[in-house]
């Protein structure tokens, strides 16, 4: 399975972050992966945001959950973030993963990871 990040690296502050993930090697309506965005601050640690499975049901991180929404453009084999009234603290690597479980692992596969800076 292979995966590619892409979107716009800079947002302005208030905006909508857009991610979009290009998923090859597994369908993401037929797999039993869970699909899975993740972020990682400068200086600080992995952040789960939220994943959605293969039936669409989705499901995300409490403390980002008013203003994420992840979804699949299907017929391009695609599962998208968007991220709503964003800060410059929403400055990241973004990375998107098709892991077994809810919380990816290394042992997963992951994105490159795409570099998404919040700032006027």
């Known amino acids: 399975v292979q995966l590619q990040e892409s979107g716009p690296g800079l947002v302005k502050p208030s905006q909508t972050l857009s991610l979009t993930c290009t998923v090859s090697?597994?369908?993401?309506?037929?797999?039993?992966?869970?699909w899975t965005w993740i972020r990682q601050p400068p200086g600080k640690g992995l952040e789960w945001m939220g994943s959605?499975?293969?039936?669409?049901?989705?499901d995300y991180n409490p403390s980002l959950k008013t203003r994420t929404s992840i979804s699949r453009v299907t017929a391009k084999n695609q599962v998208t973030l968007q991220l709503i009234s964003a800060t410059p603290e929403d400055t990241a690597v973004y990375y998107c993963?098709?892991?077994?479980?809810?919380?990816?692992?290394?042992?997963?596969?992951w994105g490159q990871g795409t570099q998404v800076t919040v700032s006027a």
């Open positions: 959605i499975i293969y039936s669409g049901k989705t």
């Open positions: 090697g597994a369908d993401i309506t037929n797999s039993d992966f869970f």
């Open positions: 993963s098709a892991s077994k479980t809810d919380y990816p692992t290394p042992d997963d596969f």
